[in-house]
Antibody
Framework: EVQLVESGGGLVQPGESLRLSCAVSGFTLSDHYMDWVRQAPGKGLEWVGRSRDKANSYTTEYAASVKGRFSISRDDSKSSLYLQMNSLRTEDTAVYYCTRLRDSAFDLWGQGTLVTVSS | DIQMTQSPSSLSASVGDRVTITCRAS??????LAWFQQKPGKAPKSLIY???RLQSGVPSKFSGSGSGTDYTLTISSLQPEDFATYYC?????????FGGGTEVEIK
């Protein structure tokens, strides 16, 4: 079955770090661009960042709101995508989704993992 | 950044109604436009990409159209499972940006 499963969310204090994981199955991770998208409680969707595929050297892009604090990586041998989040702020509180791209557009979403940043 | 404006922000409709949601971009996105459906407490589901192409498994009652800066999502005959929030998104330019959402409620 083709699916994405996020994990690693939880409650952290402002300034702390957290790493989210996205385990993929049913397809070859290295063949796909993969993005992270978040949704603050009761709000809309916000793009976080992108990891391009192996053919494009896994290069990355980030939203201005997270650039310099968040980084995306992957381990194709483990079929996993990661989002390392440092210097977390209260405004980073959200459900974080990993998504797969096909034909440049999102076609598959994980179920999401909740990150709460609060003192 | 490209701003995406959806209208209306919410609507009430009855089962069987034809529903149209509009998305306007602040600049030409050249059909790099997608639509998503999200039900409460669930992840978004991809419906349409490239303005008018249905994602695999999406029923044909959903259709997308438009060009340049103006796009629409149409649901031909609203069913109980279609009551949800719908988002548009442009993927022509970084940062990718989403519309604010349209909540489709039962009348």
């Amino acid at each position: 079955e083709v699916q994405l499963v996020e994990s690693g969310g939880g409650l952290v204090q402002p300034g702390e770090s957290l790493r989210l994981s996205c385990a993929v199955s049913g397809f070859t991770l290295s063949d796909h661009y993969m993005d992270w998208v978040r949704q603050a409680p009761g709000k809309g969707l916000e793009w976080v960042g992108r990891s391009r595929d192996k053919a494009n050297s896994y290069t990355t892009e980030y939203a201005a709101s997270v650039k310099g604090r968040f980084s995306i990586s992957r381990d194709d041998s483990k079929s996993s995508l990661y989002l390392q989040m440092n210097s977390l702020r209260t405004e980073d509180t959200a459900v974080y989704y990993c998504t797969r791209l096909r034909d440049s557009a999102f076609d598959l979403w994980g179920q999401g993992t909740l990150v709460t940043v609060s003192s | 950044d490209i701003q995406m404006t959806q209208s209306p922000s919410s609507l009430s409709a009855s089962v069987g109604d034809r529903v149209t949601i509009t998305c306007r971009a602040s600049q030409d996105v050249r059909d790099h436009l997608a639509w998503f459906q999200q039900k409460p407490g669930k992840a978004p589901k991809s419906l349409i990409y490239a303005a008018s192409r249905l994602q695999s498994g999406v029923p044909s009652k959903f259709s997308g159209s438009g060009s340049g800066t103006d796009y629409t999502l149409t649901i031909s005959s609203l069913q109980p499972e279609d009551f949800a929030t719908y988002y548009c998104q442009q993927y022509k330019t970084y940062p990718l940006t989403f519309g604010g959402g349209t909540e489709v409620e039962i009348k």
